[in-house]
């Protein structure tokens, strides 16, 4: 079971992640629909890894991906999985320069073909592997 915090601005596909994550097992620690909740939350709880929408309130450009960088400078090693539907090769290569190379991932929301998928994707960031899209990188 993974501790999950969890950032996306749109409720509804919050609240839907967190039913899917809580299938599979995993206990969504707290949900965040901005950066700053994000990082308290991350702050508060502790969770074993952090999913994040890059665009979030209150300038929807990459507020949510400057957080998830901010926490990994905080916290080394911190596992971070971005959900975008953006392809931005520089938000990922942004994101892959604040780590070390391991516990990182960026998908695009609209290219994950299955559930299961998600979750490998999300077990193999927590488990210290790095994970992007191929669109993102070849764009």
């Given amino acids: 079971m993974l501790r999950i915090v969890l950032a996306e601005d749109s409720v509804l596909l919050r609240e839907g992640l967190v039913g899917l ?8 620690v707290a949900g965040a629909g901005t950066a700053e909740e994000l990082t308290a939350a991350v702050a508060e709880h502790r969770p074993d890894i952090v999913v994040t929408d890059v665009r ?3 300038g929807f450009s990459d507020e949510g991906l400057r957080a998830a ?7 080394p090693g911190l596992p971070i999985l971005v959900l975008s539907q953006y392809v931005q090769r520089a938000y990922a290569e942004d994101l892959l320069d604040s780590s070390d190379g391991t516990s990182v991932g960026y998908l695009l929301k609209e290219r ?3 559930v299961e998928e998600f979750i490998d994707a ?3 960031v927590a488990d210290g592997a790095t994970v992007v899209d191929p669109e993102v990188v070849g764009s």
Avoid at 21 to 28: A, D, P, T
Avoid at 69 to 75: A, H
């Fill in 56 to 58: 979030m309130p209150p």
């Fill in 112 to 114: 994950i073909g299955n």
């Fill in 122 to 124: 999300l077990h193999r």
């Fill in 21 to 28: 994550l809580e299938r599979f097992g995993h206990q969504v």
């Fill in 69 to 75: 960088i901010s926490l990994r400078k905080q916290q």
